[in-house]
């Protein structure tokens, strides 16, 4: 039974950091990326991160690059994604998932996935 547990969200000052965990179970962890999506009240998804559990190569959405970085311990199973220079704009709630298929076109992150966890609420204030 695949899970992925994503916690860490929280309220938080423009400016101001969190840090996202992804614990995954259920699967072979370096057989996938490992990656994160985000959601705003009535917005589409976005694709903002992805690391390859393989190799360590990372992607990154424009409008996160910079800002945020994502990194995996394998022996753990977990991603983290580090968020710092939050912006309001950052308000969603954050997804974790495990593409088998990731792509970097024009500074937008495209993921395809089979699994994903449930959400956690992030929510930057002014």
């Known amino acids: 039974d695949v899970q992925l547990q994503a916690s860490g969200g929280g309220l938080v000052q423009a400016g101001g950091s969190l840090r996202l965990s992804c614990a995954a179970s259920g699967y072979t962890f370096d057989d996938y990326f490992m990656g994160w999506f985000r959601q705003a009240p009535g917005k589409e998804p976005e694709g903002i991160s992805c690391?390859?559990?393989?190799?360590?190569?990372?992607y990154y959405a424009d409008s996160v690059k910079g800002r945020f970085t994502i990194s995996s311990d394998n022996a753990k199973n977990t991603v983290y994604l580090q968020m710092n220079s939050l912006k309001p704009e950052d308000t969603a709630v954050y997804y974790c998932a495990a593409p088998y298929e990731v792509g970097l076109t024009l500074g937008i992150l495209h993921m395809e996935y089979d699994y994903r966890g449930q959400g956690t609420l992030v929510t930057v204030s002014s």
């Open positions: 690391i390859s559990t393989s190799d360590g190569k990372t």
